[in-house]
């Protein structure tokens, strides 16, 4: 059967190269039946210890998970309408045994038994973690739900994965539905060369003259930020607000899905006793309920918004002297900006952009984690999804390998907008004492080099990589050998962001912007005059910037905490947090929350906060650089020590604290945004 079905086959890397949509349902028959049987052993299973109960049930469903996960990545790099179609049919199954499995009673009653004072004591602290963890799993996964509520919650939760797939599947068939051509290429004015080019290739793919516009990132945010035709900025920004809303097509119009997914998490925490979604979400996180989150949101708002307002009218009052604008748009802000910031500070983002070629800034980041780390990135080969997928491994100094990692850059269709990592295989310690190590994927969705050259990133695309390698590395770089805390495993979701926005500083330190640079056409690395520039602009409107996320996640949280369907409207909700903590007000017919992945498709329901929950973590961090400028290498061995290599197995404050020495403080990141004072 493994030799057939590459979903079977655990001895080595994912065959992906071979994996069809015709091998999922036969791989879950096996999976599932391998998986419930265990589980049925573990229910009689006596005396219950660790060898006897955990790992056998990890052996089964790690099997299943690791499995259904290669599954999900596939639908979302290379979605075609035969995988979506065998995905979302092979979707509740998974849900339900996953329902299942934390409803268990009978489980749930051996890790009590596990949890004895006897047993427990027996216990190292990453063992110890995985049961607190677990025991509390079980009782958020309604295991103490009576037989119909229980029946309710597993309903609620397969119905919910389907509706987030849905979701998820809408937004990418919008965009890749639209496209404009265009055939006069003075409209095009102000358009980077390379995107350009793209656009010519793209209509030349399909046989037709001209250049075809999409609303892919690669050339929608060009378009938005350099085109000088602002009717076709408008069209774009139009086409982008409006996708899977009412104003396309009915099939991919996701407001009832909006509905209906807020209706059932409401009714999924009502069923636990929480009084609200938010109140769920949030017993898994640092922060101790919504109104502590709320009141941290508000107090950020506080401080950024006089920032941000200073921002928006400096910009507006540009956009009217020197562009002309009677009015500053939504479609003419990343435009304008930009105009601004070459007039302040004498350089353009499409200027930076040629020094950071794609070979250059992979070897830039190597080095980095070389010198924080101690570990070095080699190539190496594995089956892949795609010609542009590369493969990694990590090697410490003795040559033994770490873990290895997927790079997937380049935006394409039937690939899933914006960037993110996922682990493929986690690490774990055998009984025997041999090491699985850990695999993940780095996907971004960066335009392609033109006309045979290296691709060119911007500074904002530099970072995003940055971002992900670090949320790569708290997985990679794991010294704990238990599944259910290794990596990012057991993390609170409000602390998972530290390693990645850590990561983001290294980006603006000229010692390694030397060595990541390299001009596409002549080689040269970037000028020190134009990197006292790009420093200078920096926080170039950070309060326009940070009331923007903070406006998504007050709108977030009290979606999930204080929505009431029959008094309002989740738009109403948003024009509201608007009104409260915003500068920048879109249009009417803007439907940002139909296309808001993050919370109604991916895992940041009443969660999106944790981006500036962490962000005070990772500034505060790397503070601990900035103090001692001499010693790199010993302060990142002991971050790694405390932070990254810990994974789960410990508090996420007990981490911060075990570093720094101290509570985290708001004072870094105000600091670094040139908000302080």
């Known amino acids: 059967m493994t030799a057939t079905n590459p979903l079977l086959d655990f001895s080595g890397l994912p065959r992906f190269s071979e994996i069809r949509p015709e091998h999922i349902g036969p791989a879950l028959d096996v999976l599932l039946a391998d998986a419930e049987a265990a589980v049925a052993a573990a229910e009689q299973v006596q005396p219950v210890t660790w060898e006897s109960f955990v790992v056998p049930l990890d052996n089964a469903t790690e099997r299943l998970w690791r499995a259904w996960g290669q599954v999900g990545h596939l639908q979302a790099v290379m979605n075609t309408t035969a995988l979506r179609e065998a995905y979302n049919q092979n979707l509740p199954r998974v849900t339900n045994f996953g329902s299942a499995l934390g409803q268990?009673?009978?489980?749930?009653?051996?890790?009590?038994?596990?949890?004895?004072?006897?047993?427990?004591?027996?216990?190292?602290?990453?063992?110890?973690?995985?049961?607190?963890?677990?025991?509390?799993?079980?009782?958020?996964?309604?295991?103490?739900?009576?037989?119909?509520?229980?029946?309710?919650?597993?309903?609620?939760?397969?119905?919910?994965?389907?509706?987030?797939?849905?979701?998820?599947?809408?937004?990418?068939?919008?965009?890749?539905?639209?496209?404009?051509?265009?055939?006069?290429?003075?409209?095009?004015?102000?358009?980077?060369?390379?995107?350009?080019?793209?656009a010519r290739a793209a209509a030349e793919k399909e046989g037709t003259p001209g250049w075809k516009l999409t609303l892919q990132m690669p050339c929608y945010l060009p378009v938005q930020t350099y085109a000088e035709d602002r009717s076709l900025r408008e069209t774009l920004y139009r086409a982008s607000a409006q996708r899977a809303s009412e104003f396309g097509e009915a099939a991919l119009d996701n407001s009832a899905n909006i509905d209906r997914i807020l209706a059932l998490r409401a009714e999924l925490a009502q069923l636990l006793g929480f009084a609200s979604?938010?109140?769920?979400?949030?017993?898994?996180?640092?922060?101790?309920?919504?109104?502590?989150?709320?009141?941290?949101?508000?107090?950020?708002?506080?401080?950024?918004?006089?920032?941000?307002?200073?921002?928006?009218?400096?910009?507006?009052?540009?956009?009217?002297?020197?562009l002309g604008l009677d009015s500053l748009q939504a479609w003419d802000l990343a435009f304008a900006a930009d105009k601004l910031k070459q007039a302040r500070y004498s350089y353009s983002e499409q200027e930076v952009k040629q020094y950071f070629?794609?070979?250059?800034?992979?070897?830039?980041?190597?080095?980095?984690?070389?010198?924080?780390?101690?570990?070095?990135?080699?190539?190496?080969?594995?089956?892949?999804?795609?010609?542009?997928?590369?493969?990694?491994?990590?090697?410490?100094?003795?040559?033994?390998?770490?873990?290895?990692f997927y790079l997937d850059l380049y935006a394409r269709e039937g690939k899933r907008g914006g960037a993110w990592m996922d682990d493929c295989r986690n690490r774990r310690v055998h009984a025997d004492g041999s090491v699985q190590t850990p695999l993940v994927y780095l996907v971004c969705n960066f335009g392609r080099g033109a006309d045979g050259a290296p691709a060119t990133f911007s500074h904002n695309e530099v970072t995003t990589l940055f971002h992900e390698m670090g949320h790569g590395l708290h997985q990679l770089l794991t010294r704990i050998g238990e599944l259910g805390v290794a990596g990012i495993n057991g993390v609170e979701w409000d602390a998972v962001e530290l390693p990645s926005q850590?990561?983001?500083?290294?980006?603006?330190?000229?010692?390694?912007?030397?060595?990541?640079?390299?001009?596409?056409?002549t080689g040269e690395p970037l000028p020190r005059a134009l990197y006292e520039k790009m420093l200078a602009a920096r926080n170039f409107h950070s309060g326009m910037a940070t009331v923007r996320q903070l406006e998504f996640g007050v709108f977030d949280m009290l979606v999930h905490s204080q929505f009431e369907p029959q008094q309002d409207t989740v738009l109403g909700l948003l024009d509201r947090v608007r009104a409260e903590v915003a500068v920048n007000h879109p249009p009417q017919w803007n439907r940002f929350p139909h296309q808001f992945s993050h919370i109604f498709a991916g895992g940041y329901a009443a969660g999106y906060y944790s981006y500036k929950w962490a962000e005070v973590l990772s500034a505060d961090a790397y503070a601990a650089f900035e103090e001692a400028p001499d010693a790199v290498a010993a302060t990142g061995a002991r971050f790694r020590d405390e932070i990254i290599g810990?994974?789960?197995?410990?508090?996420?404050?007990?981490?911060?604290?075990?570093?720094?020495?101290r509570a985290p403080s708001i004072d870094a990141l105000l600091r670094h945004s040139g908000m302080a004072g």
């Open 104 to 198: 268990n009673l009978a489980l749930f009653q051996q890790y009590q038994a596990l949890a004895s004072p006897v047993e427990a004591a027996g216990l190292d602290a990453p063992r110890r973690k995985v049961l607190d963890n677990t025991l509390r799993d079980f009782r958020l996964g309604g295991a103490q739900l009576d037989g119909a509520d229980k029946a309710r919650f597993t309903a609620i939760k397969a119905e919910l994965s389907a509706l987030a797939a849905r979701f998820s599947q809408n937004v990418l068939d919008a965009t890749d539905a639209w496209s404009l051509l265009i055939d006069d290429e003075t409209r095009l004015a102000g358009l980077p060369q390379d995107v350009r080019a793209a």
């Open 277 to 322: 979604y938010a109140e769920y979400s949030i017993a898994t996180k640092m922060a101790q309920d919504p109104a502590e989150v709320l009141a941290f949101l508000r107090d950020l708002a506080a401080r950024a918004k006089p920032f941000a307002s200073k921002d928006r009218a400096e910009l507006e009052q540009f956009a009217h002297d020197v």
């Open 357 to 404: 070629t794609e070979p250059k800034v992979l070897g830039g980041l190597f080095a980095v984690i070389e010198q924080l780390y101690g570990v070095r990135v080699q190539p190496d080969s594995a089956p892949v999804w795609h010609d542009d997928v590369r493969f990694f491994r990590l090697v410490d100094a003795q040559d033994a390998l770490v873990g290895q």
């Open 502 to 521: 850590f990561m983001e500083n290294f980006c603006w330190e000229w010692s390694h912007l030397q060595g990541m640079t390299a001009h596409v056409e």
């Open 646 to 661: 810990r994974g789960g197995s410990r508090s996420a404050a007990e981490n911060f604290q075990a570093f720094r020495g």
